[in-house]
């Protein structure tokens, strides 16, 4: 039995840098950083608290019901996991290129309870996180990817709390030249996801 946990311990481990960087790639907490001072430029100090927590719990409930709703759906559907990498994979490239040609700003709308939307949802978790977390599920598991979106969240918490001495530690052009980088990472990541689903239908296709 502790031999049983330890080695589903190490697994996990193992699995953990591949579902913990294609999550931070997708979140892009650079381009994060920047949407959110100017949301909250004119709040208190105890108003910008509360919406950062509003946020990381609206993130946390939509990601979690992502997880527990995604194999229900794909069996209802009748979608393989190589059928998922690879619509998704298609998602995530169209995300990352136009955000890459776009500054993000025509995403923010004006709400009272700005810590759900726009910045719990989409700015945070949107689509390009949520389709990430639904194929790492697949390809990962859930322990590690619910681990990997838990840490993940951390350090957006412990980001959006210190917005403003990051701002003006690194600028804001730094953190958006930054966020463009993570951008081509993330192409890279949904190229990554295409390619291997791909093979993986040809092989499915030609083994029959």
Same mark, same amino acid.
């Given at each position: 039995?502790?031999?049983?946990?330890?080695?589903?311990?190490?697994?996990?481990?193992?699995?953990?840098?591949?579902?913990?960087?294609?999550?931070?790639?997708?979140?892009?907490?650079?381009?994060?950083?920047?949407?959110?001072?100017?949301?909250?430029?004119?709040?208190?100090?105890?108003?910008?608290?509360?919406?950062?927590?509003?946020?990381?719990?609206?993130?946390?409930?939509?990601?979690?019901?992502?997880?527990?709703?995604?194999?229900?759906?794909?069996?209802?559907?009748?979608?393989?996991?190589?059928?998922?990498?690879?619509?998704? *994979?298609? #998602?995530? =490239?169209? &995300?990352?290129?136009?955000?890459? @040609?776009?500054?993000?700003?025509?995403? $923010?709308?004006?709400? %009272?309870?700005?810590?759900?939307?726009?910045?719990?949802?989409?700015?945070?978790?949107?689509?390009?996180?949520?389709?990430?977390?639904?194929?790492?599920?697949?390809?990962?598991?859930?322990?590690?990817?619910?681990?990997?979106?838990?840490?993940?969240?951390?350090?957006?918490?412990?980001?959006?709390?210190?917005?403003?001495?990051?701002?003006?530690?690194?600028?804001?052009?730094?953190?958006?030249?930054? *966020?463009? #980088?993570? =951008?081509? &990472?993330?192409?890279?990541?949904? @190229?990554?996801?295409?390619?291997?689903? $791909?093979?993986?239908? %040809?092989?499915?296709?030609?083994?029959?």
């Amino acid at each position: 039995m502790v031999s049983i946990i330890i080695k589903s311990m190490a697994d996990i481990l193992k699995s953990l840098p591949n579902t913990f960087i294609p999550i931070f790639v997708a979140i892009n907490v650079f381009m994060l950083l920047p949407l959110f001072v100017s949301i909250t430029k004119d709040m208190p100090k105890a108003k910008k608290s509360q919406v950062v927590r509003e946020s990381l719990l609206t993130a946390l409930i939509v990601s979690f019901s992502f997880v527990a709703l995604g194999e229900v759906v794909f069996r209802i559907l009748g979608i393989t996991g190589d059928d998922f990498k690879t619509a998704g *994979g298609l #998602v995530l =490239l169209v &995300f990352a290129v136009r955000d890459l @040609i776009h500054s993000g700003e025509e995403r $923010i709308r004006p709400d %009272v309870k700005v810590g759900v939307v726009p910045i719990g949802v989409p700015l945070i978790v949107g689509p390009a996180v949520l389709t990430n977390i639904l194929i790492l599920v697949d390809h990962h598991g859930i322990l590690a990817t619910v681990i990997s979106l838990v840490l993940n969240l951390l350090i957006v918490w412990i980001v959006l709390n210190n917005a403003e001495k990051m701002m003006s530690v690194v600028g804001e052009g730094g953190i958006v030249g930054i *966020g463009k #980088v993570m =951008l081509l &990472f993330l192409a890279a990541i949904a @190229i990554m996801m295409i390619r291997i689903g $791909i093979v993986n239908i %040809v092989r499915q296709h030609f083994s029959v």
